[in-house]
């Protein structure tokens, strides 16, 4: 009876064995396509030609990184203010172009960053105000849905009217129309439109908003927890364009300063 105990234990021990390193592989395993969720409307970063192909930085980026490393990449278009929910349920295997939050941190796991910005105010170029929460008592607000501007906002423009968008160019449509007084967004993604006829009269108003507890410490790629296996990869891919020089292709065909950052 002992020596029957005694070899099921030493069988029971081997299986634990040979599982554990199974279970550790599962958790390192890269799809054999690797989907990647992104909004489609985040120009210059994301958005879509006009034959709906989504083009923009974020797309050359992780095109570079996926040819680099050799891995068969799709994008998947979702609403921003769904883009975690979607991530969480498997209808993609990554984020593109989410910003590194300690709140967010909570839900899903991040690469490492490959651009960064501060918030900034945009607002018209002949109307000031006092950049702060009472110097914008009154003020309307606009941001996008689900970005950590609206956070921030929410919590330290409480005298505020504060309204949320789906993208930020329906934003920048209430702003000409004088239906909104300020957006609040990410400073390099507003360029696109200050750069634009649209943006004409139009400026970044106010201080630099980087306060890491709200606004994280850069922009990266969003996977689902404990998925290592995905993040190492794109993480190496991330590191070898730096090196090498072609994330600076792709930055200067978009940008006249190093997105990247500090």
Known sequence: MINRFATWMMLAAT??????????????????????????????????DAAGNVIGFDVDVMNAICARKKLNCTFVLQDWDGIIPGLLVGKYDVIIG?????????KVDFTDKYWATASRFVGRADKNWDYTAEGLKGAVIGFQSGAYQETYAKDKFTQSELKGYQ????????????????????????LNFLNSPDGKGYEHKGPD????????????????????????VINEGIREIRADGEYKM?????????????
């Open 209 to 232: 908003f980087d306060d890491p507890a709200y606004f994280g410490v850069g922009v990266g790629m969003a996977i689902r927890q404990g998925e290592t296996g995905v993040r190492d």
């Open 15 to 48: 299986a634990m064995t040979v599982s554990s390193p199974m279970a550790l592989a599962d958790t390192a395993k890269v799809p054999e396509q690797v989907r990647i969720g992104i909004e489609g409307a985040y120009p210059p970063f994301n958005y879509r």
């Open 250 to 262: 792709i930055n200067d065909k978009y940008f006249p300063f190093d997105v990247y950052g500090k």
């Open 167 to 190: 993208t930020l160019e329906q934003a920048y449509l209430d702003l000409a129309a004088g239906r909104i007084d300020l957006v609040f967004a990410a400073a390099i993604a507003e």
């Open 98 to 106: 989410i910003g590194i939050t300690e709140e967010r941190k909570k």
